[in-house]
Nanobody, 122 residues
Framework: QVQLVESGGGLVQAGGSLRLSCAAS????????MGWFRQGPGKERQFVSA????????YYADSVKGRITISRDNAKKALYVQMNSLKPEDTAVYYC???????????????WGQGNQVTGSP
């Protein structure tokens, strides 16, 4: 098992940058593929980005491609997402999640963090 805790959210002006972190506990973090999802007001949770267990293969939703970068540090048991050129429509609760292999659907992830609010102001 793995426990996940996100941090780093907050209020950012449009065009600004933010980095979210996800700290994992448990001995098997490096064996999991990891993902970031977000849930905006009145919307379903949606895929944002994913990375394989090595960190070498990354995947992005079209809505964020070119603006965010996912990365991981297995030695630190940490997952990150650097978000640039933030837009008001990026406002959402962001979740990190773990799964056995890279997946893109909410239902295919086994472990979730509690979520962290990111608000992009106009």
């Amino acid at each position: 098992q793995v426990q996940l805790v996100e941090s780093g959210g907050g209020l950012v002006q449009a065009g600004g940058s933010l980095r979210l972190s996800c700290a994992a506990s448990g001995r098997t973090f490096s064996s999991y593929a990891m993902g970031w999802f977000r849930q905006g007001p009145g919307k379903e949770r949606q895929f944002v980005s994913a990375v394989d267990w090595t960190g070498s293969s990354t995947y992005y939703a079209d809505s964020v491609k070119g603006r965010i970068t996912i990365s991981r540090d297995n030695a630190k048991k940490a997952l990150y997402v650097q978000m640039n050129s933030l837009k008001p429509e990026d406002t959402a609760v962001y979740y990190c999640a773990a799964t056995a292999r890279v997946r893109f659907r909410v239902t295919e992830y086994d472990y979730w963090g509690q979520g962290n609010q990111v608000t992009g102001s106009p």
